[in-house]
């Protein structure tokens, strides 16, 4: 024990380069370790024979991914391990020391992701709303040919309107002419017709009415006794024009 401690105890040209010992995300280079590993600790290999290179020069460290080493960083709690005593001991009472630099990649890191995450998300939306609009296209071009068909309907509307208050016009002159050159002369005759008709029929019911009708019966003997005194004068007429010849006896 005491030799290997002796010889843990020397310092040589890559002691702390191990996987234990933060890197420095700029450089790639190894930093000192935060707090010694105990020489006790059963997860420590043992070398034999000379070191391992630094960690410029060793291409399995400058391959860690910063994702491992943000979770070295980040875990509290370390591998359990024997004090000089034998008795286990906890590496999660050590206070965690994060490095600055590694924090701050970290925050860029979310804030890139949660950028992506809504440029993601908006680009997202543009597709949606552009095969919308794509399919929305036939639906305006049929609205705007259906707006061009009724405008043109409208206009034709509006023409036929104007030759039909024109067509109209005409033919009320043309009416007005040939009620004047034929008709008004037929109807003037019609009229007088009528009229005469109607005076007959007014004079009738008002001699009617102002002849009694005793008087009327005296007009109808003395028209018979009229008619009888022509028959008898016709024939008396009749008698000296047609009488034979008187011979003397």
Known sequence: MAKRSQKSGKSGPNEGSGLNSPIDGAGGKSQPAPWA?????????LTHGPHPPSPPESPKQRRISLSARL?????????????ATGAPTSSSATPSIRDPTAVAVSDLLGTMQNTL????NTFDVLGEQTIRVASLGPAVDALSQIELV????????????????????RQLETIKEHLRTVLRPRVNDIVASCIQKEIETRVHNQLTEQIPASLRDWLLRYRLQIMQAKRD???SYAYLFFEPPCHAV
């Open 37 to 45: 590993l105990p020489d006790s600790d059963p997860n420590k290999p």
């Open 71 to 83: 979770n070295s960083l980040n875990t509290n709690a370390g591998p359990s391990s024997t004090g």
């Open 117 to 120: 995450k809504a440029l993601g």
């Open 150 to 169: 009724q405008a043109e309907l409208n206009q034709r509307t509006k023409q036929q309107d104007e030759d039909m208050q024109e067509v109209k016009t």
């Open 233 to 235: 004068l016709h024939n």
